[in-house]
């Protein structure tokens, strides 16, 4: 099973550095959840150029019903860090089973 599908992204806040911490994520729903018990990836992409810094893709909680995501801009090692904030991307992904 395979499902598609975009969304409007951005990011007021800093970049996020603790795993784990998923409150300033976007929950994403599937349009037909996968059966119960399948493995889902999820594999997105920035579709657009709309900002100068790099937008990264970070995402959380893949569950059979959805996932959580956000743009989290550049961070090297605490040593190179963009502010966070991002303007609008659309974000395409794809998600299937293994």
């Known amino acids: 099973m ?3 599908g975009r969304l409007n992204l951005s990011s007021s806040n800093p970049v996020a550095t603790q795993g ?16 119960d018990g399948s493995e889902v990836i999820v594999v997105p992409f920035v579709q657009t150029f ?10 959380a909680d893949v569950t ?9 801009e550049i961070h090297i090692n605490g040593k190179v860090t963009s502010d966070g904030t991002h303007t609008s991307e659309t974000v395409g992904w ?5």
């Open 2 to 4: 395979i499902q598609t």
């Open 20 to 35: 784990g911490s998923t409150s300033t994520f976007t929950q994403v729903t599937f349009p037909t959840a996968f059966p």
């Open 50 to 59: 709309n900002g100068a810094d790099t937008p990264g893709l970070r995402i």
């Open 64 to 72: 059979t019903v959805g996932f959580k995501i956000r743009i989290n």
């Open 94 to 98: 794809i998600a299937s089973t293994v």
